[in-house]
């Protein structure tokens, strides 16, 4: 956990540089995602779990962490040199203390980083070569929240494209019955590190993980400011949107909309 802490750290204050540099605080999304993959190689190499293990919990992780980082760094990179909505909006709110305000914040998402591992710590600890229910689970559940958070960021990413669908608000496969499915499964993937943490002695602690992840898509930096930047881009095309449709659990919306929806 101490490995993991100077790491996530001094990853994070090189992102904070990097984006001082660059004028875009954005790239702290970027920092966060790609931060889990050294983390969980360090977990891998330090652990003196199964060799099994280790490499399946480090691999899973790469694999997730990698993508989100290669999704969020190309969105960020066609808005450059404009930050997202949820920056400019946290610029305007910290105006008296910019940078002190943004350094502590990147600081906080490396501390929440490690936190956020404590599953990959508990597996990598793990002497037992048998995979046992939880790690088989875990893998299962994993590969379902991969793949559905996929589609969704997939689906979403043509929609968009489509410039007949511009200044609509998506409702597209997974779209349709989830305002957030991307949110969703990204919170599946965390049950699955947690499953596959549940083999392991003391194990059960990692549920405090997809606790906090679920606090936070719902309550903090998730749902409530992606929606707050749809609301202030869309208007009552949003609310309309909201008013028939699941926030979160993927869910038949409560009515068909009768027409698509524009913003103003």
């Known amino acids: 956990m101490l490995a993991a802490a100077v790491l996530a750290l001094i990853l994070m204050g090189a992102a904070f540089v990097l984006a001082r540099r660059l004028n875009n605080f954005s ?29 399946v919990m480090a691999g ?17 990179a066609a808005l450059h040199p ?22 502590r914040f990147f600081m906080l998402q490396g501390l929440l980083n490690v936190g956020l591992s404590i599953p990959f710590m508990f597996v ?13 689970l875990g893998v ?23 410039p007949a669908n511009a200044g609509k608000v998506c409702q597209a496969g997974l779209w349709r019955y989830s305002r957030h499915p991307n949110y969703f499964f990204e919170w599946l993937v965390w049950c699955a590190f947690a499953l596959m943490a549940s083999s392991s002695p003391w194990g059960w602690i990692s549920w405090i993980c997809p606790a906090l992840m679920l606090y936070f898509l719902l309550r903090v930096t998730g749902i409530p400011a992606t929606e707050e930047q749809a609301l202030r881009s869309r208007g009552d095309a949003y609310r309309a ?24």
């Open 140 to 162: 299962l559940v994993f590969l379902i929240a991969l793949g559905g958070e996929g589609l969704a960021d997939a689906q979403l990413n043509a929609f968009r494209k489509d």
């Open 241 to 264: 949107y909201q008013a028939t449709t699941s926030a979160f659990v993927p869910w038949p919306p409560r009515r068909l909309p009768e027409s698509s929806f524009t913003s103003k």
């Open 82 to 103: 404009v930050e997202e909505g949820r920056y400019l909006e946290l610029r305007r709110r910290w105006a008296a203390d910019v940078n002190g305000r943004f350094f």
């Open 27 to 55: 790239i702290v999304d970027i920092a966060w995602s790609f931060n889990f993959t050294p983390i969980a190689m360090a977990a891998a190499v330090l652990g003196s779990g199964a060799l099994e293990r280790r490499v």
């Open 124 to 136: 990598c600890m793990n002497p037992s070569s048998s995979p046992g229910l939880g790690m088989t």
């Open 60 to 76: 899973l992780v790469a694999l997730w962490s990698l993508r989100l980082t290669v999704l969020l760094a190309r969105r960020i």
